[in-house]
């Protein structure tokens, strides 16, 4: 009986570190004509988004997120390689980003 209790805390505590680990390698930054997304604990990844390929973004929240009060935002293009995921969002923070990105796309795609 021991052995499964020690098996669940060290498993417990294994799935609170690399989920912490997991949610600190997620970040964002807007610059002046691209959205740049990285993430990935053992393999970096870094998207950078032309605003002017923005085809739609999505805000999304399950119901334990809308329990917690976050969401993920989706950007979606022509290209899967440039599609970009930002979860664990403050609700606000999210419709408040989706709002400006779509602004952006239609601003920078208006000279296409």
Known sequence: MSVVAGALLVGSFWTWWWADRNRRSWGWSESEDDLLVTSGVMFRRLVVVPYGRVQFVDVEAGPVEQRLGIAHVTLNTA????????????????????????DLGRAHDAGV
């Open 79 to 102: 290209s899967t390689q440039t599609a970009a995921e930002i979860p664990g969002l403050p609700a606000e923070e999210a419709r408040r980003l989706r709002d400006r990105l779509t």
